[in-house]
T-cell receptor, first 111, second 111 residues
Framework: SQQGEEDPQALSIQEGENATMNCSYKTSINNLQWYRQNSGRGLVHLILIRSNEREKHSGRLRVTLDTSKKSSSLLITASRAADTASYFCATDAGTGNQFYFGTGTSLTVIP | SQTIHQWPATLVQPVGSPLSLECTVEGTSNPNLYWYRQAAGRGLQLLFYSVGIGQISSEVPQNLSASRPQDRQFILSSKKLLLSDSGFYLC??????????FGSGTQLSVL
């Protein structure tokens, strides 16, 4: 079953702007991950944040996690046209080895 | 380094025909293996996962089945395809509780 839900479903921004995507989930988790998918391709892992962490950075990516609200956000700073893709959050729903994905946010970065 | 192979990339099958999609992983031992399905413009649905040879767990009741005859081989099958089986099928692997590595996917059209 779907564990997470991303918001917004679609986002269109100008190159250089920041993009923020949100993810809400339903159950307790051990970790939450963000993935990127280019059209018609497999997903690529971006960043993982553990349940005892509140914020994590990787390059132009910043992820926050609020376990009390069961929500996470992904911020992409100084966006580029090459960031155009769909972004998904995934959680393990506390299982440790099963990963459930959200519905995704489609990001378009206009050059 | 580890790699994952998934084939074929595209498949068109008539309703009622059988299905066999294969996925192999190289460069690692005893990975967790996963089959996901993605409907057009939607999130990923976990279909099957396996923690070892012959150990298959099903997430969604359907006319699909999975098998793991070897440590690094995961096969998705159906005896008779339905129209509703159309979608983008993704194989993935992980080591324990960390990130997933995805194959390039198979676009299945059932006509």
């Amino acid at each position: 079953s779907q564990q997470g839900e991303e918001d917004p479903q679609a986002l269109s921004i100008q190159e250089g702007e920041n993009a923020t995507m949100n993810c809400s989930y339903k159950t307790s988790i051990n970790n939450l991950q963000w993935y990127r998918q280019n059209s018609g391709r497999g997903l690529v892992h971006l960043i993982l944040i553990r349940s005892n962490e509140r914020e994590k950075h990787s390059g132009r990516l910043r992820v926050t996690l609020d376990t009390s609200k069961k929500s996470s956000s992904l911020l992409i700073t100084a966006s580029r046209a090459a960031d155009t893709a769909s972004y998904f959050c995934a959680t393990d729903a506390g299982t440790g080895n099963q990963f459930y994905f959200g519905t995704g946010t489609s990001l378009t970065v206009i050059p | 380094s580890q790699t994952i192979h998934q084939w074929p990339a595209t498949l068109v099958q008539p309703v009622g025909s059988p299905l066999s999609l294969e996925c192999t992983v190289e460069g690692t031992s005893n990975p967790n293996l996963y089959w996901y399905r993605q409907a057009a413009g939607r999130g990923l649905q976990l279909l099957f996962y396996s923690v070892g040879i012959g150990q298959i767990s099903s997430e969604v009741p359907q006319n699909l089945s999975a098998s793991r005859p070897q440590d690094r081989q995961f096969i998705l099958s159906s005896k008779k395809l339905l129209l509703s089986d159309s979608g983008f099928y993704l194989c993935a692997w992980s080591m324990g509780y960390e990130k997933l590595f995805f194959g390039s996917g198979t676009q299945l059209s059932v006509l």
